[in-house]
């Protein structure tokens, strides 16, 4: 997968195809204010710089917010809080499965990944920050598509015990965060 992929950027989506992908100009356009070059002008020079720039749906929270049940807006921002108070700060929208990074980031934060499931993102943002890799959140169009396999109670209790787990294992010193070596 990211590891060995070959570009000098890198983008991970949601296969369902919630963000539409001429999304990516806006990411892109985000990812060459952080590095501060045009990538195409120096793709190697991309390919061994930092970065991760996230897709995300923040934007759209107060309108989501009054579409869903009491239920889920308890599960949605008790979860928001964990990943804050547990793991990520700075970053509204963890999840958006949306997510451009340059190669180097690709191999460094992919390669110390434990987490397989919903709570990746969050374990990926957690040794980006923890590593000091830049990381930028872009208003992304996104749209809810039907046949989402969370299901809202055990997929949030799952995820949030992923969050524990993320927090307690760092802390504990066992899983460790190494930077890759350029290659």
């Known amino acids: 997968g990211m590891q ?9 989506a949601d296969a369902d195809g919630a963000t539409k992908f001429r999304d990516i100009e806006k990411l892109e356009q985000s990812l060459r204010e ?3 070059f045009d990538y195409a002008e120096n793709p190697q020079k991309a390919s061994n710089t930092d970065a991760v720039i996230c897709g995300s749906r923040a934007h759209l929270e107060k309108e989501e917010t009054a579409k869903r049940s009491i239920f889920r807006l308890i599960l ?12 990520v700060r700075g970053v509204r929208d963890t999840q958006c499965g949306f997510k451009l990074v340059t190669r180097e980031s690709a191999r460094t934060l992919f390669s110390a990944l434990h987490v397989e499931r919903w709570a990746f993102d969050v374990e990926m943002l957690y040794i980006a920050q923890t590593l000091k890799i830049p990381i930028t959140e872009i208003a992304v169009n996104w749209t809810e598509i039907e046949g989402s396999k969370i299901v809202p109670f055990w997929s949030w209790l799952q995820m949030g015990r992923d969050l524990g787990l993320i927090w307690l294992r760092y802390t504990i010193g ?9 290659s």
């Open 76 to 87: 949605m921002h008790g979860f928001h809080f964990l990943v804050w108070a547990l793991c």
């Open 34 to 36: 952080v590095i501060g």
């Open 174 to 182: 066992a899983w460790k965060i190494y930077r890759t070596k350029n």
């Open 4 to 12: 060995s992929a070959r570009g000098c950027l890198l983008l991970f």
